[in-house]
């Protein structure tokens, strides 16, 4: 992922959704947990925005993550906007009024989890047994029964089919969850920055933080309420931990330096100086204020415990029987559920043959960016539920038209010709596919699923904004997120020259695909040959528009060159079309010598 | 560094070291503080490997991190080789006969830190006031305060100047400062995996290590110890957390992955199940019993403290006055120390006008690489001590001979016509230089300081090993390692075609150098232009070995195309010297024609 991004996306900051309300509903019917428990009820805290459609094709749910809550966007009544000390929702520069989840298009839920503290039944709830606190006798709980509570809610509200479940970090996970367990209740997935399943690193600071409230002397076997006290300290450096996981070193490094809070000097003690011992003082006791310690434990276990493959066969398997289009979201610089992990979700659904497209976006605040207002991240999730929302119902996209009549160096006759070359219903992945328009071309034409790759994240999301499963991905890296044979088509037009490795993109491609097809600049085009002969320079020609040191192009070949090479490899040319650009006609005649431009079908031989 | 390593390098495994002691030595003078305390006298644990020479030429002094002690190899007495619980010192696979640090060559020392618990004065000492320990009563110490009790050491054995000082992360920082306080001292300064001053993160997780101590309620604010308890579980979570952060993320999952530690499913407790969890136990029990807690305040603040430019004008200005020649050593997968920082002391030595080598090396191990047996590691501390040792004991190296009559294919007349038009005194910067050998070859005729750079760690060690100061990086990167105007020249023989962007890496060498000194193969070349024009081929010839698919060359430049090239930059070229390869003769008469090759010297216009 070497490429500078072209240009920066718009901003959606859109407006506040003003004053909302958690409201609470209780679901008496006894809850069975993974755990084989069961609880007698179950509390709900949830809150909504915007308005059901008539149709009910537009609500979205939203799952928080480790310590959120139901409360995900505009003020509550004790808030004042006008106050600057009061905050609004945990995420409210993404949903509002003309924000990337607009409240004037969808009808947005979130609810706090089971286990939680915001108002949802979990270990800070009486017991009805006892009349206290269940603390640690409260059941061990899941991403699954978490899941299985919002279902009641989302029952509740009457909905049969939610138009996307979305969420970051647990919330990404509960997602997935809801896409294995019920895939009939959706048409679409977006988890961001999460993880099928903790590695050992991320199970390893879970622990940690846990050991640190278990130690605390205060904890008194989770039974703390009891003996009028909590495990402020350990909850604090828990939660200190855990913050440090979710920034970056180098957000953390550009925010704080080695600035010390209030001296010049070292003080030569053990108290906090540096300001990123103050703010992470500051954060711990900030958390202890509003988050409850057994909450975290029930919380970060849930996590630890889950796996989206185990007990199903695996993940691939495990996603086989979701029907949802699935836009998987990490951040470049997220060390907690790296872009490895997120790139996993995605590449087991195409593995399971399901659409999905992966977006990695650079940014700079590690795991944490997904609350960040990240433009290319607003713009990608508006993109997508839009195009969700569209599908779900029935509405034609606008015609695209290719106009291939564009000025000399930009006209693209092989894409005309490519589009000719696709058969109806035939399946369609583009390699440098850029804003995905080639892709909805074929789309109209009648193609069958059509996929694009990019390296460029901006074109990815021009792509998924014009309703195009698009993954970011580095053609010079294996493409392993793509099965063996699962296009008709890959498509490589004017790529194959600009790649470092062509052997590899070329296997690649016929790798996925059952066949390939191909266009090139031909490097024996007559004026490339005059040029190199008579001026002795290397050639800068319509059809290589290049001097030698500001190509993108790294390999020169001609039609021979392309042939020879397809002869060694075994494989077989279907289709040979050698086009001239500059005469917009197709050359029968001498081609190596006359043709500008080629395309060639290829399939294994 | 996308390069893949060509080959792998040799095992340096040696001998065990065999029985060794500990010993402690009192020194009775006050000794200052910077913290402007004083302690009446200190006590330091030392062992010795190896014999001092008789010209005291061969003394190595180790510096250990936070957990080391002055036990660096071989076995105690108490512990038995044959028996596989009892392990050696913690660099044993370092040091040793035959290994990395031989000690049939060197004298090595390594003692334990001030501050320490392991024999050398520290909060776990009696305060001679009180007759108790110490506790947080001790004053807060630096890491020039260890090197001032290690300096009163080697004055005690008698060493005059140091051959080496050498250590990985906290061991690289009193190395550093070694070499900033003590010049005279030290012939060779060997920091690795280590950094000039933590980051925000670093701090951050030391902030919460301590804040675990100081909130166990067996603390009692340091005087656990007259308590007769200890604060054994926040050390305990102090340890755990650290230990995460010296592995890697990778490493971490190989070892333990999502495994359960004695269960197929889960228990829904909160106790360690995962294999990881009961490691992390393991690691911070096993740490409670070796090491003490205040301790590990008193050296982990001194880490916080350590900012080797802080009071001497940054980092530049305070290297300016070391003479140890440098070899600074990074793992790709350390997240603690990262590359980066290593990378960053590399650049200010170099900016700072001292002689600098720097090795990223590939290991997966995280920050604990410089501990582990990495062949590449061992390779480069062994190559960097005997060049030390040769060069402190004024022997000369065997000569090099460029041997230019190798078959046809291998043969590298440019070189020979290169070292020809280099000036004796004139420094010389190669961009490319593989093992070095050019460069030693340039240096035994006379030329003055040389330094090499290459993308393949493997070559940099061989560099390394032929006393070359080698840098590795990647030349598609801007090389700000390196100051303007420090060389008189830099030269790029052959790799001008190789690189992804040729004007980046030329502006950068005229930024760096006087002059610049290119070879390249001649595109313009007669054959290459007939088999263009005949074959309708990319041409593969004796100049252009290459297939258009698999070769490294990514840009075709003739020199009538590198001069309108260089025009246009605004470059002079001061010399043109066009070669034929094949007839070994250089070429007057149609030159962009009849040369295989050309070298150019240029200059800025």
Redesign the interface.
Known sequence: MSQVPEKPVRDLTGESIGLVETQTVRFDRPLELS??HTLPFVDVAYETYGELDAGRTNAVLICHALSGDAHAAGFHAEQKPDNPRHKPGWWDVYVGPGKAIDTRHFFVICSNVLGGCKGTTGPGSINPDTGKPWG?DF??VTIADMVAVQLRLIDHLGIEKLLCVLGGSMGGMQALEWAVRHPERMAGLLPVATTA?????P???D??G???I????QFHNGHYAQHDTNPA??L??AR??GH?TY?S?QS??R????NLRHAEK?G???D?E?A??TY?DYQGEKFVDRFDANSY?YIT?AM??F?LGEGRGGLEKALKGTSARVLVISFSSD?LF?PSQNHRIAKALLHAGRPAGYLNIDEAYGHDSFLLPSPTHQQAIRGFLENLLRQERGLAEEPVDLDPRQPDEKRRMDLQRIAELIEPGASVLDLGCGDGRFLQYLRQRGAGRVVGVDIDPFRVVEAIENGIDAIRADLDQPLEIFPDRSFDYVLLSRTLQTV?H??VVMREMLRIGHRGVVSFPN??YWR??HQ??W????PVSRNLPY?????PN????????FE??ARDEGLKIERRIPLDFTSASEIRFLP??RATDAIYVIGRG
Chains 1, 2 share one sequence.
């Not at 001097?547 to 190509?551: G, L």
Request: with cysteine; glycine share 8%; hydrophobic share 45%.
């Open positions: 755990c084989g640690l059941p061990v399943s903790l590695g050992a690193q199970l390893a600071f622990a940690v846990r050991n640190a278990i130690s605390d002397p300290r350990g604090a450096i200190m931990l440090i920034l070193e953390m490094h925010k704080f330096g080695r070292p030569w003690s053990f906090s540096f990123v011992e992470l434990l276990r630890d415990y796996d060390w790296p470092r062509p052997s490097f024996g490339n040959r190199i002969s001026t002795g320079r290397a001097t030698w040191c500001d190509t790294l390999h020169f070949l001609s039609l021979k060159d020879d090479w190596n010598l």
